[in-house]
């Protein structure tokens, strides 16, 4: 257990309480719903989209500690609908994503869960070096600013999404 990976894990909490916030008085009916204000339907995440591409990230984050990952399982049609390469589609009918229920559950479960094995992470696995090749590496070069941003600012800026979509449909901030 370490002092650092303590602290992060307090920081981080914010975003998936906001997220969830933001997500409680959302009618199911309109959760996978792209906003249209005045009746002009926008081209832009609705909240079922990035709730679920938020559910991407705890089992990575497991995976990274070193922790088992089958308590909060990524079911398989999570991955192709959400990845960061999908897009985003219009769901009035609700037949192509999961409901917000399904949705908020495991949300709330994987991001509680990925939260306490930060907390409970020793320090030297987050001093290791970003094992993610990606364009941003040299912004996160270390697994803890990889994680950080995992649980942090990546749920804080898809959550901005979800209260830009809130006011389009004229839904008061959260």
């Given at each position: ?32 719903s ?28 497991l ?18 609908l ?93």
């Amino acid at each position: 257990m370490g002092q650092y990976s303590k602290v992060l894990a307090d920081a981080a909490v914010l975003g998936p309480r906001y997220a969830l916030r933001l997500c409680k008085d959302i009618p199911a009916s309109s959760f996978g719903s792209l906003a249209t204000p005045g009746g002009i339907t926008i081209d832009s995440n609705h909240p079922a989209f990035v709730i679920g591409h938020l559910n991407l990230y705890p089992v990575r984050v497991l995976d990274f500690l070193k922790v088992p990952s089958e308590q909060i399982a990524l079911p398989e049609s999570y991955q192709p609908l959400f990845s960061k390469d999908a897009k985003c589609v219009d769901d009035r009918e609700g037949k192509i994503y999961p409901n917000k229920d399904e949705l908020l559950a495991y949300f709330e479960r994987s991001y509680q869960v990925a939260l306490e094995s930060l907390r409970q992470a020793d320090d030297s696995l987050l001093i290791m070096d970003n094992p993610v090749d990606s364009p941003m590496k040299h912004l996160l070069p270390t697994l803890g600013s990889l994680i950080g941003f995992y649980l942090g600012g990546h749920v804080m800026s898809h959550s901005g999404q979800i209260s830009a979509w809130r006011r389009m449909q004229l839904l008061p901030p959260a």
